[in-house]
Each structure stands twice: as structure tokens, then as C-alpha cells.
């Protein structure tokens, strides 16, 4: 940690290690102190921090990230702005946020020796960006970043998505390669239209998810070159190569998917994620996808050539002949426009119809003068898929069905702008060419993505059970415990806590109170001061303590804390909450004193004047001194 930032945010933020640097931000590990959790805080670069210009961007970012709750995206909790002084006494203003900690590895790391990963594990990974393009589309965000660096891959396998609204936070009124001198996107997974300083939009971070694909499945991205430039131009003017052409267990549905995510021309691509996603799928399970084939994308024409060709009237709107394969993208020369190869496929076509008629003509006799029948009309063969979407179930059927079309409904998806119980999307997408008979499946809003947690303290079990699930969440786990003032039974508190934004359908745990309001004094004398503490905190009271020291010959108990008194006494009923003393003794051991050894007494024989003589000898345990004399009780001849 260096001395340019303070050492707690809010009072609560503590912040660690540096952990990550990019263009604008420092990351760093973190702890919420109030929370007690492990977190990650951005932190705006000291070297840009007083720039009114990245300020502004840096808070755009927090805004637009913060706006995103979704599993496979990093998380914003919080963010906010720190005063500090500078030791020359000026005071600047410190930008920050504060987000999820992701344990795990990027897929840059995962792709950092070059191969290639298992097809299931690469459809896995692109699918889960999908799902958060998915979702961060319809909140109005582009990511404008997409690539291995930006997604991390947790210990469990579950993919997060990182840096949403960085590119949108850098952008004035459009995207382009550099801005203010800042590299806006990695060269390697640029779209076209970022490489041209175009805007861009949510079909932009579809290409950028293209190439993703591409290295995941051959270990290499599409294009490569010497400099940021000269990648830029093969993404404007380049048609990659397959990727069977680099990894050969790469199925051609693969192919196709890749190659129609990497299309130059954003009408060309995949329109929304949610499309993309289910194409992919159907691909890796072996099914047939909508993406045409690989061999119809051709290159644009070099800018240099000179046009040739004048322009040829656009054919007439209406749905595509199944005979006529997509139009590949071309490139006028100089113009930079868009111009199809339309004419081949339409002569091909006249002549077929000219073949055709002859053919029937001569079987019905009518070249030889024969019957006058009227040639049948043509039948189609296919239609345009509608557009469903804010349809209600049986409005959307009959659309799909009006067209020739089978309807299937698909599974709720959640929707922050489109209304419970209404179409969200259909697969195959809305203007898609579709053989007649061909299932098309809507899927339709379950409402918001996000929801907050309701306040249901103080309510009985049963009803903050129906509030909760009312709300569209999961009911969770039931707790008790001591809470005065709170009947038995009640709510106490919920995790998460009431108000917090949650996805939909996420769990929520509550904890009752038990409605016990008295405790018991518990026994600690003899225990050491943590056994007592814990045994004091178990029993729902608060403690104070008192140490003295103490000293000891037993040497097992030489630094032991060991509580020798309780007030009030162990038994006692008191209110929860109450407050007992703790007087604690602390030992410390000191060798007991070793006594001298004192010399043998040797007995002395002394004469007795009374005849017969006796020796001393001591009468034990009566503590008197010893009697002298014959075998009497009085010496002999002697007087009482």
C-alpha cells in the first residue's frame, strides 16, 4: 500500500494489496470491515485523479455498472469519493469503487499457451459472456471490450464477465479506436466499426464475442499482425479462415456460427445475444443452424480498385427465395458501401424458371398446340419469421402461425423493459427466413431481472414467508435467536438484508427470535478466560473483566488466565443482555524454595543417680516432654 491513497474508504473499506492496473484504474484487494467480507476497489489512477475529464468518466462507469446485477457479471456493491490532503495541504477528491472479488483465473491465462480448450468448455465460456451480453444489451450497455483479459472463470467454473461500462465510460458521442490518445478495445478482438471510429452498438460486442470464440476453439484469435493498425485493417478488410481450417475437430456448425458472428457488415451478424447463444448450442449438440455456409463470406474489395460496375437496382423486399443462398458482403471500390453479387444468383434463378417452364410446357403439351391448361402457381416454400416481441402468448401464436410457422413457447426469461407475460424474443430471431412448418420459439417475460428484498421484521413466520415469495424469491433457511423486544416467533433480521437488490428467484434466509428474555448465570469459575467469555456470550449476556496477578508453584499453570470469581453469582436468573464481571487471575509459575539439609544428632548416654540407668527416649504425639527414670513411673527411691 502506498501513501497515495488514505488506508480506510468510508470508514469501512479497508485497502490491501494492489492486485491489478489498467489504462485509467488501479485495482486493489480490499475488506468491508462492516460486512466482514473480502472485496476488490478501483480506484482512479493518481497520476489522472484531478482531471475533471476522467473523474466524470470514472463516475459514468460506477453508474453504469452498478446498474447491472447479474450472476455471470462482477458485481458493484458501492462506490463514492474520498477527500485527502496532500502533505503541501491541498485536497483533491478520490473516485472509487467497490466491487465483487472474483477467486479464480481469466481466460487469457487459460489461453496463455496457445491451445486450443475442448469444444464443450468453449461453448460453455462464450455462453456465459452471451448471457450477460444478453442481459447488459437490454439495460442499454455495450461493453465495447470483450476479450480473454475481461472474463474470469471461477473456481467452480462459472463464467464473470469483468469491466462493464469502461469503453461506455471512455465514450464522448461515439466509439472510436483511440480517443484522447486511449486505446478504446484490444486490436485482436476489435469490430470493424470500432476499427473505422464508427459508433458502435450491441452487434459490436457480438463480433468481439466471435473472436473470443474463435481462439477459444483454435488457440489463436482471428487476426494477428505486427501492430495494433495492421490487425485493425484485417478486421475491416479481411475474411478470417475457419476455424477447421486450424482446429480439424471443429464441426462446419461451428464454422458457421463463427464466421456469421465475424461477418463485416453489422446487418450480416447475429442480431441480438440471445440469438447467438441458441445458435451455438444447436451447434455444439449437432443440430442445424440458420448461419450460412462458410464459403459464401467474401472478402471486401481492396479500397484502391476502381469500380467497374455501375450500380444495380436493390431486388424487391419480400421474403428470400429458398434457391437463393445469403448474399455475400462486398465492398464497392472507394466507396467503402456495401454492394451484393445479387446479379449471379438472379440469372441462375431466370434460367431455372425458363428450364422449368419448358419443361412443363412440354409435358402438358402446350409446346406441340396441345391443352390449354394454365400453368400452376408457384407455391412458397418459406416465411419471415414476425416480430413478437411485447406480444401476449395467444397474439404471438397467431402471428407465427399466420405466416405458416409452428409456435412453441420457450422458457420465462426475466425483463427490466418488458412487461411480465409478454414475448421477449423469438428463435429462430424476427426477420429470419424460416422453411414453412418450422417451430419458432418465444420466450416470454418473467419480469424484472431484479428485485428488493422485502422488510418483513417484526412479522410471524407464515407471513414473511408469503411477502417474500410474493416478491418473486426463493424462501430460505429459518434461525433462531435471542432478541428482547421482539415477540417469539417473529422476524429478527433477513440475509440479505431488507431493501438490498437481488436477482429474481434468489434465496432468502430469515432469523426468528427464540422470545426468551431471562438467562441463566452461568458456572466459569476455574475456566480459562476465553472458555468463560464464549460460555458468557453463548448464554446471551455481556461481560466485563478485572486481572490480577497471581503466583504459582504448579508450573502447569504458569501464564494461564483463570476466572476466579462471577458477579452476580453462577446460577443467578438475570435479563438478557446483562452485564457480569469477570474477575480473572493470572498466574505465573515460581519455583517453590529448596530447604538446607541440618546434621544428624548422635545420642548421648547420661548417668543416672537413681540406679539402673535409662536412656532418652521421645514420647511422639502428645507434645509433651519425655519422662526420665527406672521401669516406674518415678525414678527409684526418689520422691513424687
Same mark, same amino acid.
Given at each position: ?38 472485496? *476488490? ?40 469519493? @474520498? ?19 472474483? @477467486? ?174 441458441? @445458435? ?18 467474401? *472478402? ?13 437496382? *436493390? ?101 427490466? /423493459? ?13 426477420? /429470419?427466413?424460416?422453411?414453412?412448418? /418450422? ?91 476465553? @472458555? ?109
Amino acid at each position: 500500500m502506498t501513501g497515495q491513497f488514505p488506508q480506510v474508504l468510508a470508514g469501512r473499506y479497508e485497502i490491501r494489496d494492489l492486485i491489478g492496473r489498467g489504462g485509467m484504474a488501479e485495482v486493489h484487494l480490499g475488506y468491508d470491515k462492516r460486512l466482514s467480507r473480502i472485496i *476488490a476497489i478501483k480506484l482512479l489512477r493518481s497520476d489522472i485523479a484531478g482531471d475533471p475529464t476522467f473523474q466524470a468518466r470514472f463516475r459514468r462507469e460506477a453508474q453504469s455498472a452498478a446498474a447491472l446485477n447479474h450472476p455471470t457479471i462482477v458485481a458493484v456493491y458501492d462506490s463514492g469519493e @474520498e477527500e485527502i490532503t496532500a502533505p503541501n495541504g491541498a485536497t483533491r477528491s478520490v473516485p472509487y469503487i467497490v466491487m465483487e472479488y472474483v @477467486e479464480g483465473h481469466t481466460v487469457r491465462e487459460l489461453l496463455g499457451d496457445g491451445d486450443a480448450v475442448p469444444i464443450p468448455e468453449a461453448v460453455e465460456i462464450t455462453t456465459g459472456v452471451l448471457d450477460a451480453l444478453e442481459y447488459s444489451h437490454r439495460a442499454g450497455i455495450v461493453h465495447r471490450d470483450i476479450k480473454p483479459g475481461n472474463i474470469m472463470l471461477t473456481s467452480t467454473g462459472a463464467v464473470k464477465v469483468m469491466d462493464f461500462g469502461i469503453a461506455r465510460a471512455m465514450e464522448d458521442s461515439s466509439a472510436t479506436v483511440t480517443q484522447t490518445h486511449a486505446v478504446v478495445g484490444t486490436a485482436q478482438y476489435l469490430s470493424p466499426e470500432q476499427a473505422r471510429g464508427e459508433v458502435v452498438d450491441a452487434r459490436s460486442d457480438l463480433y468481439s464475442t466471435g473472436c473470443l470464440l474463435y481462439e477459444l476453439l483454435t488457440g489463436q484469435p482471428p487476426f494477428t499482425g505486427d501492430s495494433a493498425v495492421a490487425i485493425a485493417y484485417q478486421h475491416v478488410r479481411e475474411i478470417p479462415k475457419p476455424p477447421s481450417a486450424l482446429a480439424a475437430d471443429v464441426p462446419e456448425s461451428l464454422d458457421r456460427v463463427v464466421l456469421k458472428a465475424l461477418a463485416k457488415a453489422r446487418d450480416d451478424r447475429y442480431q441480438d445475444a440471445a440469438h447467438m447463444r441458441n @445458435e451455438l448450442l444447436a451447434a455444439a449438440r449437432g443440430m442445424a443452424v440458420s448461419a450460412p455456409a462458410t464459403d459464401t463470406w467474401q *472478402a471486401p474489395a481492396a479500397l484502391s480498385a476502381p469500380s467497374t460496375t455501375a450500380p444495380s437496382p *436493390a431486388p424487391a423486399p419480400g421474403p428470400p427465395s429458398p434457391l437463393r443462398p445469403p448474399a455475400s458482403p462486398d465492398h464497392g471500390a472507394g466507396d467503402g458501401r456495401p454492394r451484393r453479387r445479387w446479379w449471379v444468383w438472379v440469372l441462375l434463378l431466370i434460367l431455372l424458371i425458363l428450364v422449368g417452364t419448358l419443361i412443363g410446357l412440354a409435358a402438358s403439351g402446350r409446346l406441340m398446340g396441345g391443352g390449354t391448361n394454365p400453368t400452376p402457381t408457384p407455391t412458397a416454400t418459406a416465411a419471415t419469421v414476425p416480430d413478437v416481441s411485447g406480444m401476449s402468448e395467444d397474439d404471438a401464436k397467431s402471428a407465427i402461425e399466420g405466416v405458416g410457422l409452428a409456435f412453441k413457447k420457450g422458457d420465462d426469461v426475466a425483463s427490466d /423493459t418488458i412487461d411480465e407475460g409478454l414475448a421477449v424474443s423469438s428463435d429462430p430471431g424476427a426477420g /429470419t427466413s424460416a422453411l414453412l412448418g /418450422t417451430e419458432i420459439t418465444v420466450s416470454f417475460s418473467s419480469g424484472s431481472a431484479t428485485v428488493e428484498v422485502p422488510d418483513v421484521t417484526g412479522m410471524a413466520q407464515s407471513d414473511a414467508r408469503k411477502k417474500i415469495e410474493a416478491a418473486g424469491l426463493a424462501w430460505g433457511d429459518v434461525s433462531t435467536e435471542d432478541a428482547p423486544g421482539t415477540p417469539e416467533g417473529h422476524v429478527v433480521r433477513t440475509d440479505p438484508a431488507a431493501g438490498t437488490s437481488v436477482s429474481r428467484g434468489e434465496t432468502v434466509s430469515i432469523v426468528l427470535s427464540s422470545g426468551r428474555t431471562t438467562t441463566t448465570v452461568p458456572d466459569v469459575v476455574g475456566k480459562t478466560q476465553d @472458555e468463560a467469555q464464549a460460555a458468557i456470550e453463548a448464554a446471551g449476556l455481556n461481560y466485563n473483566t478485572t486481572t490480577n496477578d497471581a503466583k504459582t508453584t504448579d508450573q502447569s499453570k504458569n501464564d494461564r488466565y483463570e476466572v476466579t470469581a462471577i458477579d452476580p453469582a453462577a446460577g443467578q436468573s438475570v435479563n438478557l443482555g446483562t452485564s457480569v464481571t469477570l474477575t480473572v487471575t493470572h498466574y505465573v509459575y515460581e519455583a517453590a524454595p529448596t530447604a538446607s539439609p541440618s546434621p544428624n544428632a548422635t545420642s548421648t548416654p547420661s548417668a543416672n543417680s537413681g540406679g539402673g540407668g535409662a536412656i532418652q527416649s521421645p514420647n511422639p504425639g502428645n507434645g509433651k516432654p519425655p519422662h526420665q527414670g527406672g521401669g516406674g513411673d518415678h525414678g527409684g527411691g526418689g520422691d513424687d
